[in-house]
């Protein structure tokens, strides 16, 4: 579907400042959209709100249904009553430009487990009701995925395929004799749920009656060691003791010689279709649900993706195979009615993703920061792009727009000095000006961009396993952004809406 012109910024919850070494969905979430509404902007984009597992990156998840507990606010368990300010208080972390990820989930789980009983044990006849609406409503995920973390738990989150035998092939008597002996721990997962998306909700709610709409995102793939593969190996390539056998990652490319090995197990299509393609129909609905619209991660791999034996070491002795393409969609266009989706279409685009992405006029992305390294016909300089497009000087992905440029090639900066016309000191905003102007429908700018900041404020290097996901702001530096700065571009390149 087409877009308004419009412009808005991408940043995650876990960047948001606050109190507890993690940024979360409580006061200084509702500060940065009264930030977004401030300067006219209408969109926010985030990252996967799913838990997160190896690495801490949301697109490593544990499920590709629930939410991170961690951006659950202890500030508004303190305003529901199920937590005391001086609980809190003990768990307060100093101010910090990266997240504290093991502390804040050790002060956090402490004062989960309190405020979960507190909760149960004065559970309201209204909070009862709508406590088991949410667990009805959401049933066909969160029965397996609370089980799942309930028993990843008692293995230290050690991969589900090493369990017990009866556990990790769900035999039911297995099942039946742990959800009985773990009962409480599985009650302790469904209200981290139901707490996680009551929070959100509000949040979105707050967002859109600001005229703001949230762009979430969906992976692809998704991760072996999950409650998705544990619940349904049927649709997934793993084999009877739920070893990976094929699995998912890009061919050897100009950025790496060996390519990249992901190694989320694929899916099985065929079966999957036969199926009516439900799984996939769940999930978009639930996306649906949570958020405006979805950026749809690695689009190309619906079209067709690379195939990889999971006993190989590297991505290079892979093959193309032809993805579910204009079946999946139609089933989902047709269960879920208009589809607002963009299409991440980086990377090797053939005629046949570019077909897939224009039947449902999906606008695909195009990125600044990959604009100068060629001539005048590259496609993602601002003169060459469609209308419907997303604009983006840079994603999660990339260096911020400062810390590109210092470390781009001579003949890059040289090529974009002449086609900003300046001296590239203020490349950030060049390069924001050039998204603005631009005919793209949508213009999204990462937040380190707004403020001026380098290499060292960089949220993910992909290929990399550490030192990512970590960057935070204070709140001093949101204050100092150049808010009349951004209202003066919106304005006059029409893109209030």
């Known amino acids: 579907m087409r877009f308004p012109r419009s412009c808005g910024t991408l940043v995650h919850p876990t960047s948001f400042p606050g109190k507890y070494g993690i940024g979360d ?43 991170n507990p ?16 001086s609980e809190v208080k003990k768990a307060e972390i100093p101010a910090h430009s990266s997240v504290e990820y093991e502390q804040a989930f050790a002060n956090k789980d402490q004062l989960f ?39 990843a738990l008692h293995y230290n989150k050690q991969p589900w395929n090493t369990w017990e035998k009866g556990l990790a092939q769900r035999d039911p008597e297995a099942l039946k004799a742990f959800i009985k002996k773990h009962a409480k721990e599985i009650a302790i997962q469904d209200w981290l749920q139901y707490e996680f998306y ?13 005229g703001i709409r949230v762009i979430g995102d969906i992976p692809i793939f998704v991760d072996h060691n999950s409650a998705d593969v544990w619940a349904n190996p049927q649709y997934f390539e793993v084999d009877k003791k739920g070893n990976r056998t094929l699995v998912a990652g890009v061919p050897p490319d100009y950025f790496s010689e060996t390519g990249q090995l992901w190694g989320n197990p694929l899916y099985k ?15 978009f609905k639930h996306m649906f649900k949570i958020c405006d619209a979805i950026r749809v991660d690695h ?62 006029h999906f606008p695909g992305m195009k990125i600044i920061q990959f604009a100068f390294d060629s001539d005048s016909t590259n496609a993602f300089l601002p003169h060459n792009y469609p209308q419907n497009c997303v604009v983006y000087t840079g ?24 086609y900003t016309k300046s001296d590239g000191e203020k490349i950030n905003w060049e390069f924001i000006r050039l998204g603005m102007y631009s005919v793209a429908d949508q213009a999204i700018f990462p937040l380190q961009d707004f403020m001026n900041l380098g290499a060292e404020h960089r949220m993910n290097i992909p290929g990399t396993s550490s030192n990512n996901w970590l960057w935070r702001y204070s709140p001093k530096m949101l204050d100092e952004v150049d808010k009349n700065k951004i209202k003066e571009f919106i304005n006059q390149t029409n893109r209030r809406a």
Not at 198 to 210: F, G, I
Not at 269 to 283: A, H, P, Q
Not at 395 to 418: C, F, L, M
Request: glycine content about 8%.
């Open 198 to 210: 009551s929070q959100w909700m509000n949040l979105k709610e707050y967002a859109n009656s600001k």
């Open 25 to 67: 969905l409580g006061y200084e979430a509702r500060s940065f959209i009264d930030f977004l509404e401030e300067t006219d902007q209408t969109i926010w984009q985030i990252l996967p709100l799913t838990p997160t597992g190896y690495g801490n990156s949301p697109y490593a998840s544990f499920s590709a249904f629930a939410g």
């Open 269 to 283: 299509w065929k079966i999957l279709e036969k199926d009516g393609f439900s799984w996939w129909v769940d999930r």
């Open 395 to 418: 994603t999660h992905d990339n260096d911020t727009s400062i810390g590109w440029y210092n470390q781009a090639p001579e003949e890059e900066k040289h090529r974009v000095r002449v």
């Open 70 to 85: 961690y951006l659950i606010s202890l500030d508004l368990l303190v305003e529901k009553g199920l937590l005391e300010k």
């Open 299 to 360: 689009f190309r791999g619906f079209d067709a993706y690379w195939e990889v034996k999971a006993k190989e070491k590297t991505a290079v002795n892979g093959c193309w195979v032809k993805g579910p393409g204009e079946k999946l969609f139609d089933t989902i266009l047709e269960k879920c009615g208009e589809l607002p989706i963009l299409a991440e279409d980086l990377g090797f685009v053939t005629e046949g993703v570019e077909k897939l992405r224009d039947k449902y």
């Open 113 to 151: 487990l309190l405020a979960c009983e507190r909760f149960y044990d004065g559970l309201s006849l209204e909070d009862e009701k709508d406590f088991k609406r949410f667990k009805r409503q959401n049933k066909h995920w969160l029965n397996d995925y609370s089980l799942f973390m309930a028993c």
